[in-house]
């Protein structure tokens, strides 16, 4: 009754994983403030994003430049390659083999809306796209090993619904019967199933406008609701959030000013919510996940990847280890290439290796980055292992 129906055929890890984000520890504080001081040593600390999520997005946006980022392209090829670069072609016949250079890195092809081809070459990449997603793109040619495309194929996405709903009042907080005025969840067991009442904003004055997030299932639940048309959908709620609250379906109606339904099974982008691996899953493909392909050239990030599935907080983990597993990647091709005369490069990947940590810090919770390249530790096998890749039969 208090969580998705079916969940239970899920693996029993992602269970603990997901327990331990809501309850340890226990009644977490609260707050919107970037440096707050008052809060309670050992707690967990959530935080409120004013304007909502995608503000983060939004800024990296800025802080990147608009003009380096290609929208409304989707990606259909990639690939790993070796390629011959001269770097003098007026040298002719007369060229030395120093002039000529094999390159490896990777190359992506793409489309767009017109469906033009756009090739693009990289020496690295990372990949954020939800395996779903990547399952679709052909990576017959990156150079992967099997249990990376088995990981792709297998790996399950929640399913999940959301319906927001703007209200001419926010009668859940005003209504003198109900007065839900500090936030929290309704639970149901109508197709609806989980109501969550806004904990922000709780100093609003009385008969202002608000959104509720009126649906938020999962599981079975999601899958026989999302499917629907939205109106259908929304006057399901609308129904529900009736009955769960003593109130007439159509004084609800009146007060609605407009709403949003999503369904991320039925998100081209998304092609599911988060991930929620099934049982084994974490003790077979989930650390192989993690490891580098095509001898070091492309990392897999994404929340799915991170031991914070399902929260931002997952991405931005998996996106600081990605770029930290580049560095070391880079630092063990150099210190296995033996020439004295990469001393330089060595230094200067340190370097960024330090920047990294200086500026973002460290998760108690994962692989601290290290200060020195030999390979000690399961995640620095996993990129020792990914770096040699063919040569290894892997």
């Given at each position: 009754m208090f969580s998705s129906t079916g969940s239970y055929d899920g693996s029993f890890v992602n269970a603990?994983?997901?327990?331990?984000?809501?309850?340890?520890?226990?009644?977490?504080?609260?707050?919107?403030?970037?440096?707050?001081?008052?809060?309670?040593?050992?707690?967990?600390?959530?935080?409120?994003?004013?304007?909502?999520?995608?503000?983060?997005?939004?800024?990296?946006?800025?802080?990147?430049?608009?003009?380096?980022?290609?929208?409304?392209?989707?990606?259909?090829?990639?690939?790993?390659?070796?390629?011959l670069q001269i770097r003098d072609k007026s040298l002719g016949e007369g060229m030395r083999i120093g002039d000529i250079r094999v390159d490896d890195g990777i190359k992506i092809e793409a489309e767009t809306n017109g469906d033009v081809k756009v090739v693009k070459w990289y020496t690295h990449v990372i990949t954020t796209t939800t395996l779903g997603c990547l399952q679709a793109i052909d990576t017959r040619y990156a150079s992967l090993d099997n249990s990376h495309r088995e990981a792709f194929r297998t790996l399950g996405y929640a399913q999940a619904v959301k319906v927001g709903i703007k209200f001419k009042q926010r009668w859940w907080a005003d209504d003198a019967n109900l007065r839900i005025d500090k936030g929290g969840q309704g639970k149901t067991d109508r197709p609806t199933r989980v109501v969550v009442y806004p904990s922000y904003a709780l100093d609003t004055p009385a008969g202002s406008p608000g959104v509720l997030l009126a649906c938020y299932n999962s599981g079975n639940d999601a899958a026989r609701l999302g499917p629907i048309d939205k109106e259908l959908v929304y006057s399901q709620v609308i129904a529900d959030l009736a009955a769960m609250h003593g109130l007439a379906e159509q004084t609800l109606r009146s007060l609605t000013l407009n709403y949003h339904v999503h369904n991320w099974y039925g998100d081209a982008l998304a092609r599911g919510a988060w991930g929620a691996f099934g049982p084994g899953y974490y003790a077979s493909l989930f650390g192989r996940l993690q490891r580098p392909q095509a001898k070091g050239h492309l990392f897999f990030a994404g929340e799915a990847t991170s031991i914070y599935p399902g929260w931002i907080a997952g991405s931005l983990n998996s996106a600081y280890r990605s770029v930290r597993q580049m560095l070391i990647s880079e630092l063990y091709k150099l210190h296995l290439s033996r020439d004295k005369g990469n001393l330089t490069q060595i230094t200067y990947l340190n370097r960024l290796l330090q920047i990294l940590w200086r500026q973002w810090g460290t998760n108690k919770y994962e692989p601290a980055a290290p200060e020195t390249p030999f390979i000690q530790g399961t995640e620095r096998w996993q990129l020792f292992l990914g770096i040699i890749g063919e040569d290894a039969g892997l």
């Amino acid at each position: 009754m208090f969580s998705s129906t079916g969940s239970y055929d899920g693996s029993f890890v992602n269970a603990v994983i997901h327990s331990l984000e809501f309850d340890w520890p226990a009644f977490p504080d609260l707050t919107s403030d970037p440096v707050p001081d008052s809060v309670s040593a050992g707690k967990n600390l959530w935080r409120c994003v004013n304007g909502g999520a995608d503000i983060i997005t939004q800024r990296m946006v800025a802080k990147i430049g608009q003009s380096k980022i290609l929208h409304n392209h989707r990606v259909t090829h990639i690939g790993h390659f070796k390629r011959l670069q001269i770097r003098d072609k007026s040298l002719g016949e007369g060229m030395r083999i120093g002039d000529i250079r094999v390159d490896d890195g990777i190359k992506i092809e793409a489309e767009t809306n017109g469906d033009v081809k756009v090739v693009k070459w990289y020496t690295h990449v990372i990949t954020t796209t939800t395996l779903g997603c990547l399952q679709a793109i052909d990576t017959r040619y990156a150079s992967l090993d099997n249990s990376h495309r088995e990981a792709f194929r297998t790996l399950g996405y929640a399913q999940a619904v959301k319906v927001g709903i703007k209200f001419k009042q926010r009668w859940w907080a005003d209504d003198a019967n109900l007065r839900i005025d500090k936030g929290g969840q309704g639970k149901t067991d109508r197709p609806t199933r989980v109501v969550v009442y806004p904990s922000y904003a709780l100093d609003t004055p009385a008969g202002s406008p608000g959104v509720l997030l009126a649906c938020y299932n999962s599981g079975n639940d999601a899958a026989r609701l999302g499917p629907i048309d939205k109106e259908l959908v929304y006057s399901q709620v609308i129904a529900d959030l009736a009955a769960m609250h003593g109130l007439a379906e159509q004084t609800l109606r009146s007060l609605t000013l407009n709403y949003h339904v999503h369904n991320w099974y039925g998100d081209a982008l998304a092609r599911g919510a988060w991930g929620a691996f099934g049982p084994g899953y974490y003790a077979s493909l989930f650390g192989r996940l993690q490891r580098p392909q095509a001898k070091g050239h492309l990392f897999f990030a994404g929340e799915a990847t991170s031991i914070y599935p399902g929260w931002i907080a997952g991405s931005l983990n998996s996106a600081y280890r990605s770029v930290r597993q580049m560095l070391i990647s880079e630092l063990y091709k150099l210190h296995l290439s033996r020439d004295k005369g990469n001393l330089t490069q060595i230094t200067y990947l340190n370097r960024l290796l330090q920047i990294l940590w200086r500026q973002w810090g460290t998760n108690k919770y994962e692989p601290a980055a290290p200060e020195t390249p030999f390979i000690q530790g399961t995640e620095r096998w996993q990129l020792f292992l990914g770096i040699i890749g063919e040569d290894a039969g892997l």
